[in-house]
């Protein structure tokens, strides 16, 4: 395995997309599964590992970071990525949450609020927690907490040096971006995400990152010299 590079890709209309509803393509999975053998490949996501199993039950990527970043799933092992003294604050949260009527699901760790636009207000006000927006969905994290930290941690964990190549296509990416050496978005990716990224590429979704992932394996894209 080459760890000079270590790949890190989101999963919601990067990996996958809207029009089949998440569901992982069969060849995307494919290359993925293949890329990995070559390079370390993380799939860094909001989503809880119990959709992902339902969504992609053949991708296996090195590892996943889930939960936008509270938890990590490597080598058949979960590890969590806060502080214990998250659940009492996620208790007080969920109070706020009911007092307002706001609906919500909870992950292992994290509290689900989709269609929250009209919620930000309130949201943004949580304290001692951090919220993170994927389009019109919030997500309320631990403080600290986000996708770019846990590719650091996990990084170091398995201990990797090589430079991050991310890939993605919404605000919830952009933690990832900062820590990254090499951004890359997709063709549908949000404005702001195009405009900070090195490499956008040429298709959607899971057709852009296979074509990409495809040179990268043939050498006709060389990232860090
Ligand atoms: O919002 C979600 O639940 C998942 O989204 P992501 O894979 O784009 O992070």
């Not at 990996?15 to 494919?30: G, Q, T």
């Not at 502080?83 to 009527?101: A, G, V």
């Amino acid at each position: 395995m080459n760890k000079d590079i270590i790949f890190v890709s989101d999963y919601d209309r990067t990996l996958s997309s809207e029009k089949n509803n998440f569901r992982i393509d069969k060849e995307v999975a494919r290359i993925v599964n293949d890329f990995s053998k070559t390079y370390p490949f993380f799939v860094v996501t909001g989503r809880e590992k119990k959709f992902i199993d339902i969504l992609a039950p053949e991708l296996k990527p090195t590892g996943w970071i889930l939960e936008n970043g509270a938890l990590m799933y490597v080598n058949g092992e979960l590890i969590y990525n806060i502080q214990p003294s998250w659940f009492d604050t996620r208790k007080n949260i969920i109070k706020i949450l009911d007092n307002y009527n706001i609906s919500y699901s909870l992950g292992n760790v994290i509290v689900y609020v989709d269609k929250a636009h009209e919620y930000k207000g309130v949201l943004n006000s949580i304290k001692d927690a951090t919220v993170e927006w994927n389009r019109n969905d919030a997500m309320i994290l631990p403080k600290g907490v986000d996708k770019g930290s846990a590719v650091i941690q996990l990084r170091e964990r398995l201990g990797y040096r090589g430079k991050i190549v991310a890939i993605g296509d919404s605000e919830n990416d952009i933690s990832m971006f900062r820590v990254a050496d090499i951004r890359v978005s997709v063709a549908n990716a949000l404005p702001m995400i195009k405009e900070i990224s090195e490499l956008i590429l040429e298709k959607e979704d899971g057709e852009g990152v296979k074509e990409f992932l495809l040179k990268v394996l043939k050498g006709e894209i060389i990232l860090i010299k």
